[in-house]
């Protein structure tokens, strides 16, 4: 099975800051990348599919960009709401396996 | 407006089995593939797998082969998933999500079903 490796696995941040996390195929997956935001208690929400395509009503400070195994998520301008934990899911190869979180925290 | 609407939460002992169920609404059910997706406690995303609600056709996680089963009644557009030989560390939330056909994305989450297993 492909594995995805998230990091940081949490990071502190503060408002107006602007954020990467990085996510790394174990091999080569394409585009075929998906970024979720999770809060506490509630399912993930999509943000960002084929690795760098926003959803419709995702703000644009979130941006995704790579291909092949590297990859990253930016948020440019951290606002008070993006406080969550991210995954990054790929769709290249069953099983379609979630990298490990990452957690963003206020400083 | 697209909905997945997941049953309540289930208590299990261990060894048990439990069906957790996924009502499509919203949208043309058979046009949409189903995963289901897992979260212990305080733990990342699991991907368990997917049924294709149009043939009924599967795929499972290899960690899930030959214990989980999932099904669908498009009469009443739902899909199930059923985990067999339960133990404490099935304890977790199990979620829906459809995916376009391969659209390579989850687009629209159910909210969960908490499955506790313990004796």
């Known amino acids: 099975a492909i594995q995805l490796t998230q990091s940081p696995s949490s990071l502190s941040a503060s408002v107006e800051d602007r954020v990467t996390i990085t996510c790394r195929a174990s091999?080569?997956?394409?585009?075929?990348l998906a970024w979720y935001q999770q809060k506490p208690g509630k399912p993930p929400k999509l943000l960002i599919s084929d690795a760098s395509t926003l959803e419709s009503g995702v703000p644009s400070r979130f941006s995704g960009s790579g291909s092949g195994t590297d990859f990253t998520l930016t948020i440019s301008d951290l606002q008070p709401e993006d406080f969550a934990t991210y995954y990054c899911q790929q769709f290249n190869t069953s099983p379609f396996t979630f990298g490990g979180g990452t957690k963003v925290e206020i400083k | 407006q697209v909905q997945l609407v997941q049953a309540g939460g289930e208590m299990k002992k261990p060894g048990a089995s439990v069906k957790v169920s996924c009502k499509a609404s919203?949208?043309?059910?058979?046009?949409?593939?189903v995963h289901w997706v897992r979260q212990a406690p305080g733990q990342g995303l699991e991907w368990m797998g997917l049924?294709?609600?149009?043939?009924?056709?599967?795929d499972y996680a290899p960690k899930f082969q030959g214990r989980v089963t999932m099904t669908r009644d498009t009469s009443i557009n739902t899909a199930y998933m059923e985990v067999n030989r339960l133990t404490s560390d099935d304890t977790a939330v199990y979620y829906c999500?459809?995916?376009?056909?391969?659209?390579?994305?989850?687009?629209?989450w159910g909210q969960g079903t908490l499955v506790t297993v313990s004796s």
């Open positions: 091999q080569g997956i394409s585009s075929a």
């Open positions: 999500a459809r995916e376009g056909n391969w659209d390579r994305k989850l687009d629209y």
């Open positions: 049924i294709n609600p149009r043939t009924g056709g599967t």
């Open positions: 919203g949208y043309t059910f058979i046009n949409y593939f």
